[in-house]
C-alpha cells in the first residue's frame, strides 16, 4: 500500500510500504477513508534532521474495518470507524479514568513499527479498546466532521474541560488554529457566554466567531495582553485556553488569566519551563491540561456532531489525495491552508 | 509599643514603634495574645539586604480586640480574634469566591506602613471582614492551635483542597516544616488513606506519623524519588502537595505524581521557572495551589480545634517572649525548633 513518510524538514514522501496485517488476535485492519494533516506534524516538517530513512507519519483518521483479530468481538468487517491519535485498550484503570493517554497497553500511531494514519490502511493494536462505530457510511457528507474525533476537536474538548469552562467563566482562547477554533466551539458547547479569541488571521477568526467567540483580539503579545485586560475591566478571565505550544503563547496566558483562574493547554510545547514564579503563586494560578486523550470524549461528542449541531469537520479548509499530502504539508506550513483533510 | 523590626539577614531587633490607633473607620486595635514565626519569615532573614531603617514583620497573631472604628460592626472590645495573614474586606467578588489573597481592597501585614503581627498590638484594616472571633478566654489552653488558623494549617489545608485530596487519592507531601505537617493534618482531615511524608527529621516526621502520614520517605532527590516509585507501584501518588518553595522540590513533586495527576504548591517560590515541558504535558500533570486564603477556611476548621478533633498547634515546640524574638528567628533558621511561638 501507499503511506506518508517524512525524511526531515520540508521532506514529505508518499512511498509504497508493506500492507498491514493482522498481527496479534486484539488487532484490527483499518481502511482509511479520510485522514488529515495535524499541527503538530508541523513540528517535525519545521525542523527534524533529514535522516536516510523515512519515518512513518499521521495519527488522525477514520475508515472501514477490513479484518479482525481473533480476539476482537465489538467490531465486524464493514464498521466505518474512528480512531483517537492513541491507541489503547480502553480497560486498565487509566483508562477507565479517562486518561487513554497513559493506558498501560497503549501506544501512539507512526511510532515503533506501527502504521500512521496518513496512508491507505492501518493496523489497529487493541482495536476493541480504540475504535469507536460511527453508524454512518463510507460516503457520509459527515466524514469531515467526525474525522476531527480523531484529535483536534476532542484536543480542543479537552483544553475546556481541563479549564473548568462553564456557563459562570469567562474565557480566553490563545491561538487561531484548528486546535484553537476547535477550543472556541468547545468552550461555547460547555457554556461560556463570553469567548475571547486571540488570533491574526481573519478567515480563522471568522470562523471562531461562528464557532462561538464573542470578541477577537488580533494583537500579540503585550498589546494583546493589554487589549484583554480592557475587555476584562482589568481582571482577565477565569480560563484561558492556550492552544499554540509556544513560550510566548504560555507567558501571554499566564498574563491574561484572572486571579484563581485556571490556564489549560493542549499546544504541545516546544518549550522546556514555565515561568510560574511568585505572581503566579500569588495569584494562585493553576496550570492545567496536556495531551487530550481523545478516545474519552468521542462518545460524548458524537451525537451532536451527527445530528447536526455542530460542524468542528469545517476547520477542514483544503482537500487532497495521498499524492498531494506534501503539498498539503507546505500549505499548513506556509499558512495558506487551515487544515488539510486527506482522501486516500 | 514593642514589635519586631527586621534590618537584613540575620538581624531581626525588637524596638519601640509608635502605639496603633483607629485611622479610618472600618479599623479595630488588637492587642497581640499570641503570634508566632514563619518559615517564610525567614527568607528575608536568610537573604536581605542590610538597610538603615527596619521594617516590621510578621503576620501570625490572634489577640483581643481593644477598640473598633466607627463602621465595625460585628467586633467589640474584648473578644478574642485571629487575624489570617492577609486582610481582606472579605466582601468583595474576589473574596465571596474564597479568594480573599486577591481582595480588592485587601493587604499584607507589616507592608506599606501597617502593623506587622510580631509586636504587642496591631492596627486591623478591614476588621469585619478580616478578624474572626474565637469564642474562647484570653487564657484558653487553645491558643496555640488557633493561631495556626492565622496561616499555616489554612495554608497546609488550602493545599490539600486545591490538589483535590479526598478518600480516593494517595498523596505526598514534601517537606516536614509546619506547613508540610499541617499538609499531612490537612490531607488525613480530607479523607486520604495513603500519606507519604517526604521529610528526614526525625522529630518531625514522627510528628507527621500523629497527624496521618502513613508512610516516612527520609531520601531526597533522586534517591527519594525512586523510593516513592517503589511505594506506589512505579506509578507515583494522585497528588502531591509541595510545601517547601524551592526548585529541587518542585522536580521531585513533579517526578512522583500520577499521570493525571496534580501537584499543588503553597510553599512560597524561591524560583521562576517550573520543569513542565513535555513529559509533564504528556502526563497531563496539573500545577496548582498559591497562596493561601487563610481566611475562607477559618470558619470551617474551627470546630474542629475547638472540640479537640485535631490539635495543628502541636507544630509549636518552642515559646518566647518579645525579647527572645530574635534568638527564636536563629533557632528556625538553626532548625532547632520547628515553629516558634511568641508570647508578647
Given at each position: 500500500m501507499r503511506a506518508t513518510l517524512i525524511y526531515g524538514a520540508g521532506d514529505v514522501r508518499v512511498e509504497?510500504?508493506?500492507?498491514?496485517?493482522?498481527?496479534?488476535?486484539?488487532?484490527?485492519?483499518v481502511r482509511v477513508l479520510r485522514s488529515c494533516v495535524c499541527g503538530s506534524d508541523l513540528w517535525p516538517y519545521g525542523s527534524k534532521p533529514h535522516a536516510e530513512h523515512g519515518e512513518r507519519i499521521g495519527h488522525e483518521f477514520l475508515g472501514v474495518v477490513e479484518d479482525t483479530g481473533s480476539e476482537v468481538s465489538n467490531l465486524q468487517r464493514g464498521d466505518v470507524v474512528v480512531a483517537p491519535f492513541v491507541w489503547a485498550d480502553n480497560t486498565c484503570d487509566f483508562c477507565r479514568e479517562g486518561l487513554q493517554t497513559s493506558c498501560r497497553h497503549g501506544g501512539l500511531w507512526a511510532a515503533e513499527g506501527n502504521d500512521g494514519g496518513q496512508g491507505e490502511a492501518v493496523r489497529v493494536p487493541q482495536a476493541d479498546g480504540t475504535l469507536v462505530k460511527l453508524g454512518v457510511g463510507e460516503d457520509s457528507a459527515l466524514l469531515p466532521s467526525l474525522l476531527t474525533l480523531s484529535d483536534v476537536f476532542p484536543t480542543g474538548y479537552h483544553c475546556a474541560v481541563k479549564g473548568g469552562v462553564n456557563a459562570r467563566t469567562t474565557v480566553t482562547v490563545i491561538?487561531?488554529?484548528?486546535?484553537?477554533?476547535s477550543a472556541v466551539l468547545s468552550a461555547k458547547r460547555l457554556g461560556a457566554e463570553r469567548v475571547i479569541l486571540m488570533g491574526r488571521h481573519k478567515d480563522r477568526t471568522d470562523l471562531g466567531r461562528d464557532f462561538g467567540a464573542t470578541d477577537i483580539v488580533a494583537e500579540r503579545g503585550e498589546e494583546g495582553i493589554e487589549r484583554i485586560r480592557e475587555l476584562t475591566g482589568g481582571d482577565g478571565t477565569h480560563v484561558v485556553l492556550e492552544c499554540v505550544g509556544l513560550a510566548q503563547?504560555?507567558?501571554?496566558?499566564?498574563?491574561?488569566?484572572?486571579?484563581?483562574?485556571?490556564?489549560?493547554r493542549v499546544g504541545a510545547p516546544q518549550y522546556e519551563q514555565v515561568n510560574l514564579g511568585f505572581p503566579s503563586f500569588m495569584g494562585n494560578v493553576t496550570l492545567t491540561g496536556g495531551v487530550a486523550p481523545a478516545r474519552a470524549y468521542i462518545e460524548d461528542l458524537l451525537p451532536d456532531i451527527l445530528d447536526g449541531t455542530i460542524e468542528p469537520g469545517?476547520?477542514?479548509?483544503r482537500t487532497v489525495g495521498?499524492?498531494?499530502?506534501?503539498?498539503g504539508y507546505q500549505?499548513?506550513?506556509?499558512?495558506t491552508a487551515l487544515k488539510v483533510l486527506i482522501k486516500p
Open positions: 509504497n510500504v508493506p500492507d498491514p496485517e493482522i498481527k496479534l488476535p486484539t488487532d484490527a485492519v491561538g487561531d488554529g484548528a486546535v484553537g477554533l503563547a504560555m507567558d501571554t496566558a499566564l498574563s491574561v488569566v484572572r486571579d484563581g483562574g485556571t490556564v489549560s469545517r476547520v477542514f479548509d495521498l499524492d498531494e499530502v506534501p503539498a500549505a499548513m506550513a506556509d499558512r
